[in-house]
């Protein structure tokens, strides 16, 4: 909001530069930046706007700052004509409208206002009009209270104008004074004579009750509305107006006779004469009464406070602090100053004066215990340095898909899991409106973004994914893993092998690998870590991904980790090429060769593979073989008795050529 | 060309020679009859007596010291290629490793530092209620302080036994879902499972609806902390955080500021705000518009003393307990670290940034 520094000079005149008292109004009351030329914009915090959405609220503040004095324009108009009939309230229902005060005036000439005025409207970025709409706005800029201005004549009636403060009937229709037009509805609260609605309350005036050069009697209304409704009312209408925006953070009813005396006050000088008034008002806001007590001051804040300091600094915002010897303060919070309702708040307020930076760092005393970390954070950062040490990057994606992603989602080896994907209500773009049921999408498109500036790509992201199940959002933390190369028709296998080191580094080795259309899905006693599978990018790239779910393989990870003996015998190394058919899968011949003699078999590794149209339909392999016993050296006698059986057993099983 | 040039250069112009060939050249450029030190040496009898008692024997150590690296640098390229027959001038074969992203690093810093103060490290569903991440932080339905969280909802796809849409109800469990706007409501979470005294830091990412650019994403990293105890002050906040980021900054010079602010879960509320050092080109900031390098101050961190209200929610009793609570983004504090100018790199899993981390 803009503030003109002229006029607040002008409600403290004691106050020094304008780029002293800016830098002063940022360090120990609201956000505030000099935009140069006696201008600020200051950044209102929201429960602020009832005491200082006003010059009168800010230069209240840099008087406190400074210890200046606080003029405010307000003269209390006294022995006013009250209740002469000329103009009368009706308002339907208090909640939505506290308060509702008006006066009647009489002007003999709508003119132009004075150029100081226009120039003070100008700065804080509104139009002059003329004397009368301009006094509304300067009286709202100088102390906060919205004003509206009718044109008398303008309204139903004939010597008494009756206004009634109701809900808009469905569909009724307002033209607002900027020419545009509004259909509203029950939600919306309107100004009305007894035949139209006059003006949308709170928010903006019509067209037709507006006051114009012909004007010559005037109803000035002051009033307080229910923020709540305002604030709905003035979002359904995009409508966001000077008065909407500060009713919707709640004013005091308590403003309204500042607005009316003030804007009273200044119509005078243009000649007019206030002929009646009327106050609806029928629940006074009181004062409130707060304690502040030094010692709560001491212990919440951490350093002293005297009653008397403090004392001061609440006189000097306008709070009334009863006259008592007392180790603690009672402070009367008069009604504008709405945010402050608990002791706490006075605490602030006596703190921010004293300077937060003044104060001096203490620290804490704390019972030493072990800190703590959730196992899954903890798993977390294993499974990062696991897979650093694979040589692969992390990335992070964004949590957020369209169409096409969640297509690919359904389509691919993922497609098992029949993605039921979570919706955002309001989507930033198209391609945003889901929220990432799997990571591999996004990842799986890092590849293919990189795929421009290298040949390999490995990459990894941890993070949440999202999926309804059974009408619930079931929220899973995810590892997606993705590899990507030119020309690699084995890069699955790769992605296998990672898998293993990963899953027993993290102490799982009773993991299966259970093939299913193409892909694999990673089980530990039938519980399902993950899934592993294979995609075609363009270009020959071809990309391999998996995605696991942390939270199971944290459940399988609680094993401590044991040492076995190393073996005290030599390891005998045997290879052995085959001639199989290709139909013949190679797991199958590994498990066979495992089983010939288990115990003698330390560990089965395919070594070579080679498949050529030479070979017809057949696949050239070679395994290696190691033996090794916890009992004694085996003989090269004993090795050839186990070839042969294994050589035996792959004939009989899948008739293999042995070469 | 003054001594101390003289010697950058000798130094730098020997490290990069690789054969006796260059060295030779040097020893000629520096020590020869016409060489830079040797005319140094020279012009010393032209010089008055007190500047003479000065340079003549810094000139002399320097002569000694550059002969030194020149006989050193000799013999080195000498027994490389005599001794094992491999060219050690060659380059080192490539070895590649893996990469953490900038923003685990940062994670894992912080979490570090907070460990070392006391601090344990909770984590918090990234889908929230609006129970948890506002009512319960008491910033109020239907105002315009909740403009200041920008949010994502979620359409509600919780329906009940007869398959009715439910919708919107103020109670804990019931009420809208959305993308949690902050890791605040972690608070209430935390305090509703735990018995003070205790503190907490929250990692986490959290999502705002608003338009992307160079300092705003849609989905980014926060870090909330959380103290509680019987007597935990505002003195005491002010300690931790200068703590932590004193560590954070490792050893820059570092000033603090601190403002008051409004947030709805804090009373008082402030805004914690830094300058770093003006020292050192490499850890400077943007250059000001005379190109010498000045601090600016940075908004860094929300923070407070924990509201009575958000006590109530969490069923403390406000008269028993009090408590800082503190946010910051994750991201800004990498940016700041790394000097990356835009945040949209984090997520755009391009490695040529990744790796360089």
């Known amino acids: 909001?803009?503030?003109?520094?002229?006029?607040?000079?002008?409600?403290?005149?004691?106050?020094?530069?304008?780029?002293?008292?800016?830098?002063?109004?940022?360090?120990?009351?609201?956000?505030?930046?000099?935009?140069?030329?006696?201008?600020?914009?200051?950044?209102?915090?929201?429960?602020?706007?009832?005491?200082?959405?006003?010059?009168?609220?800010?230069?209240?503040?840099?008087?406190?700052?400074?210890?200046?004095?606080?003029?405010?324009?307000?003269?209390?108009?006294?022995?006013?004509?009250?209740?002469?009939?000329?103009?009368?309230?009706?308002?339907?229902?208090?909640?939505?409208?506290?308060?509702?005060?008006?006066?009647?005036?009489?002007?003999?000439?709508v003119s132009q206002s004075p150029e100081w005025l226009r120039k003070i409207l100008r700065a804080c970025?509104?139009?002059?009009?003329?004397?009368?709409?301009?006094?509304?706005?300067?009286?709202?800029?100088?102390?906060?209270?919205?004003?509206?201005?009718f044109d008398a004549d303008k309204i139903y009636g004939k010597k008494t104008k009756k206004i009634v403060v109701r809900r808009a009937k469905k569909n009724e229709r307002l033209k607002t004074l900027d020419g545009q037009s509004f259909v509203l509805n029950p939600d919306i609260l309107v100004i009305a004579d007894p035949k139209q609605a006059l003006a949308i309350a709170g928010i903006k005036g019509g067209e037709s009750s507006g006051v114009t050069g012909r004007t010559?009697?005037?109803?000035?209304?002051?009033?307080?509305?229910?923020?709540?409704?305002?604030?709905?009312?003035?979002?359904?209408?995009?409508?966001?107006?000077?008065?909407?925006?500060?009713?919707?953070?709640?004013?005091?009813?308590?403003?309204?006779?500042?607005?009316?005396?003030?804007?009273?006050?200044?119509?005078?000088?243009?000649?007019?004469?206030?002929?009646?008034?009327?106050?609806?008002?029928?629940?006074?806001?009181?004062?409130?009464?707060?304690?502040?007590?030094?010692?709560?001051?001491?212990?919440?804040?951490?350093?002293?406070?005297?009653v008397g300091e403090a004392r001061k600094i609440f006189k000097r915002l306008g709070l009334l602090v009863d006259k008592s010897e007392k180790a603690k303060l009672r402070v009367r919070i008069p009604a504008w100053r709405t945010d402050i309702?608990?002791?706490?708040?006075?605490?602030?307020?006596?703190?921010?004066?004293?300077?937060?930076?003044?104060?001096?760092?203490?620290?804490?005393?704390?019972?030493?215990?072990?800190?703590?970390?959730?196992?899954?954070?903890?798993?977390?950062?294993?499974?990062?340095?696991?897979?650093?040490?694979?040589?692969?990057?992390?990335?992070?994606?964004?949590?957020?898909?369209?169409?096409?992603?969640?297509?690919?989602?359904?389509?691919?080896?993922?497609?098992?899991?029949?993605?039921?994907?979570?919706?955002?209500?309001?989507?930033?773009?198209?391609?945003?409106?889901?929220?990432?049921?799997?990571?591999?999408?996004?990842?799986?498109?890092?590849?293919?973004?990189?795929?421009?500036?290298?040949?390999?790509?490995?990459?990894?992201?941890?993070?949440?994914?999202?999926?309804?199940?059974?009408?619930?959002?079931?929220?899973?933390?995810?590892?997606?893993?993705?590899?990507?190369?030119?020309?690699?028709?084995?890069?699955?296998?790769?992605?296998?092998?990672?898998?293993?080191?990963?899953?027993?580094?993290?102490?799982?080795?009773d993991y299966d690998f259970v093939e299913?259309?193409?892909?694999?899905?990673?089980?530990?006693?039938?519980?399902?870590?993950?899934?592993?599978?294979?995609?075609?990018l363009g270009k020959n790239w071809l990309v391999t991904a998996a995605e696991f779910d942390l939270e199971r393989i944290l459940k399988q990870t609680e094993e401590e980790k044991e040492y076995i003996p190393l073996k005290r015998f030599p390891a005998v190394i045997r290879d052995i090429s085959i001639l199989v058919s290709k139909n013949i899968r190679i797991g199958e011949i590994l498990e066979t060769i495992q089983r010939v003699s288990p115990k003698l078999t330390e560990n089965v590794d395919l070594i070579d593979e080679y498949v050529n149209e030479k070979l017809g339909g057949k696949q050239s392999l070679t395994f290696r073989v190691i033996f090794q016993s916890d009992e004694r050296t085996l003989t090269d006698a004993e090795v050839n008795k186990e070839m042969a059986k294994i050589s035996g057993a792959l004939k009989r099983s899948f008739r293999a050529e042995i070469r | 060309m003054n001594l101390k040039e003289i010697e950058d250069s000798a130094r730098n112009e020997l490290k990069a020679a690789?054969?006796?060939?260059?060295?030779?050249?040097?020893?000629?450029?520096?020590?020869?009859?016409?060489?830079?030190?040797?005319?140094?040496?020279?012009?010393?009898?032209?010089?008055?007596?007190?500047?003479?008692?000065?340079?003549?024997?810094?000139?002399?150590?320097l002569r000694r010291d550059v002969e030194r690296l020149i006989n050193e640098k000799v013999s080195a390229i000498g027994s490389a290629s005599s001794a094992s027959g491999v060219d050690l001038t060659a380059p080192g074969r490539k070895v590649s490793r893996g990469h953490l992203h900038p923003l685990t690093l940062v994670d894992e810093e912080i979490r570090r530092i907070f460990k070392s103060m006391n601090f344990s490290v909770v984590e918090g569903p990234e889908v929230e209620t609006e129970y948890y991440n506002f009512d319960a932080l008491n910033i109020p339905p239907n105002h315009p302080a909740r403009e200041m969280w920008d949010t994502f909802w979620l359409r509600q796809t919780r329906t009940d036994a007869d398959g009715v849409h439910t919708h919107t109800k103020k109670s804990p469990r019931q009420s809208a879902l959305l993308l949690r706007t902050h890791t605040s409501p972690m608070q209430i979470r935390y305090m509703e499972e735990h018995n003070p005294p205790f503190q907490i830091i929250v990692p986490g990412r959290t999502f705002r609806y608003e338009a992307t650019d160079a300092s705003h994403e849609i989905n980014f990293y926060q870090l909330e902390g959380l103290m509680v105890g019987k007597s935990v002050s505002l003195a005491?906040?002010?300690?931790?955080?200068?703590?932590?980021?004193?560590?954070?900054?490792?050893?820059?010079?570092?000033?603090?500021?601190?403002?008051?602010?409004?947030?709805?879960?804090?009373?008082p509320g402030l805004e914690v705000e830094i300058k770093l050092a003006t020292s050192g080109p490499e850890k400077g900031l943007r250059?000001?518009?005379?190109?010498?390098?000045?601090?600016?101050?940075?908004e860094i961190m929300g923070a407070g003393m924990v509201h009575p209200r958000v006590f109530e929610f969490a069923h403390y009793n406000p008269r028993d307990w009090q408590g800082f609570a503190f946010g910051m983004g994750l991201d800004r504090l990498a940016m700041i670290k790394y000097k990356i100018p835009d945040i949209r790199l984090f997520y755009s899993g391009d490695l040529r940034f990744i790796r360089q981390f």
């Open chain 2, 18 to 61: 690789v054969s006796r060939e260059a060295v030779e050249k040097l020893r000629v450029k520096y020590l020869g009859r016409k060489g830079e030190i040797t005319a140094v040496l020279r012009s010393l009898k032209d010089m008055p007596l007190e500047e003479r008692r000065r340079v003549g024997p810094e000139a002399q150590s």
């Open chain 2, 236 to 267: 005491n906040f002010k300690s931790v955080v200068q703590e932590f980021f004193k560590r954070f900054f490792g050893g820059q010079k570092i000033e603090f500021r601190y403002r008051p602010a409004y947030f709805p879960f804090v009373e």
């Open chain 1, 125 to 149: 970025g509104i139009n002059p009009v003329n004397n009368v709409v301009d006094v509304m706005n300067y009286v709202m800029l100088e102390v906060g209270q919205p004003l509206h201005a």
């Open chain 1, 341 to 509: 309702e608990e002791p706490e708040d006075l605490i602030e307020e006596a703190a921010r004066f004293l300077d937060f930076n003044a104060l001096r760092p203490q620290a804490p005393v704390v019972g030493v215990k072990p800190t703590e970390e959730e196992d899954v954070i903890v798993l977390k950062e294993k499974v990062r340095r696991l897979l650093q040490s694979f040589q692969l990057d992390e990335v992070y994606s964004p949590s957020f898909l369209g169409e096409t992603e969640l297509g690919w989602c359904n389509q691919s080896f993922l497609g098992g899991m029949k993605v039921n994907p979570v919706e955002v209500e309001n989507p930033i773009a198209e391609d945003k409106k889901y929220v990432r049921p799997s990571l591999l999408p996004l990842l799986i498109r890092g590849v293919e973004l990189n795929s421009r500036f290298f040949d390999s790509v490995k990459i990894f992201e941890i993070g949440k994914v999202f999926s309804v199940v059974r009408g619930a959002i079931k929220e899973r933390l995810a590892l997606g893993i993705v590899l990507g190369a030119k020309k690699d028709t084995k890069l699955v296998l790769e992605l296998k092998g990672l898998t293993e080191e990963l899953l027993r580094g993290l102490g799982i080795d």
């Open chain 1, 216 to 306: 010559r009697r005037l109803i000035i209304e002051a009033a307080n509305f229910d923020p709540v409704m305002i604030y709905k009312a003035s979002r359904r209408l995009k409508l966001i107006t000077d008065a909407a925006a500060r009713f919707s953070h709640g004013m005091s009813p308590a403003l309204v006779e500042w607005g009316l005396d003030r804007a009273t006050a200044l119509l005078k000088k243009s000649g007019a004469k206030l002929l009646d008034s009327v106050d609806f008002y029928t629940e006074k806001a009181g004062e409130e009464v707060i304690e502040f007590d030094p010692a709560k001051f001491r212990s919440v804040i951490g350093a002293p406070i005297a």
């Open chain 1, 1 to 109: 909001m803009k503030f003109s520094y002229t006029l607040i000079k002008k409600l403290a005149p004691g106050l020094p530069k304008c780029a002293k008292v800016a830098e002063a109004l940022n360090m120990y009351s609201f956000e505030t930046k000099n935009l140069g030329g006696d201008l600020l914009e200051i950044n209102l915090p929201a429960n602020r706007w009832s005491d200082a959405s006003s010059h009168l609220g800010i230069a209240r503040e840099a008087a406190a700052i400074f210890k200046k004095e606080l003029r405010s324009p307000v003269v209390s108009i006294i022995n006013a004509p009250m209740d002469e009939g000329l103009v009368k309230v009706e308002v339907e229902k208090q909640k939505y409208c506290p308060r509702y005060a008006a006066r009647f005036f009489e002007i003999k000439r």
């Open chain 1, 516 to 536: 299913t259309k193409g892909s694999m899905r990673v089980e530990v006693n039938h519980d399902i870590l993950g899934v592993v599978g294979q995609e075609h």
């Open chain 2, 287 to 298: 250059p000001n518009g005379a190109g010498k390098r000045q601090g600016t101050w940075l």
